[in-house]
Structures are given as C-alpha cells and as structure tokens.
C-alpha cells in the first residue's frame, strides 16, 4: 500500500544540526513532488518545505529559508530534510507528503499521503 515513513526526528540543541529522512513505497516515487511539512505543540498544520518530482526546484517557507535544505533520492525513494541552526521555534511534529495536484506549495489540501510523524524537539 501507499506508505510515507519518517525517521531522524529527536532532540536538538539551539543552533545544531538533524537530518529527517522519509521512505516510501507502493507508489512510482519519482513521478510526485514531495514536500514536508510540521506541527508545532497547540498550533496548525505549517507547511516547511516542496521539492518537484525529479529534483530540479526546491521552495522553503520563510520561517526556515536558509537554514533547511530539501532533497529527494528516487533511486532509493527517500526523501530527506536537513536542518541546520536549529531554533526552539523549530520544535514540532514533521511530516512528510506527497504531492497530488498542482496548486500552492503551502495548501495542505494539495497533499493526499502523509507519513505518521516523527518529532524534532530543540532545547537547551
């Protein structure tokens, strides 16, 4: 079946580095855009980062432009979000998703498989 499976979640200290990656199955990966996403304790669904299908363009949400990095390998159908200088603000739930229609990176509408989570927390 349809699968998204995060992992590399945990505890970080401000300003450090994690390394999320997300595995999939049961779909051509490679023929979807990805995107990850994050809930951060009492507050919505934000949408993080989007990358297309073949890994040609990436986009970032304002709140972690030039700190995360989005990549995708379709040889190993993983997807994978390193975060770097890392702040509390960043302490939430991320998820990963897959991309099923073509509207706005940030419309979490647009995503119809989403992975369980895995948590990323950031303290001292």
């Known amino acids: 079946q349809v699968q998204l499976v995060e992992s590399g979640g945990g505890l970080a200290q401000p300003g450090g580095s994690l390394r999320l990656s997300c595995a999939a199955s049961?779909?051509?990966?490679?023929?979807?855009?990805m995107s990850w996403a994050r809930q951060a304790p009492g507050k919505g669904l934000e949408w993080v980062s989007g990358i297309l299908s073949d890994g040609s363009a990436t986009y970032y949400a304002d709140s972690v432009k030039g700190r995360f990095t989005i990549s995708r390998d379709n040889a190993k159908m993983t997807l994978y979000l390193q975060m770097n200088n890392l702040k509390p603000e960043d302490t939430a739930v991320y998820y990963c998703a897959k991309r099923e229609y073509g509207g706005s990176w940030n419309d979490l509408g647009e995503y119809d498989v989403w992975g369980q989570g895995t948590q990323v927390t950031v303290s001292s």
């Open positions: 049961g779909f051509v990966f490679s023929a979807y855009a």
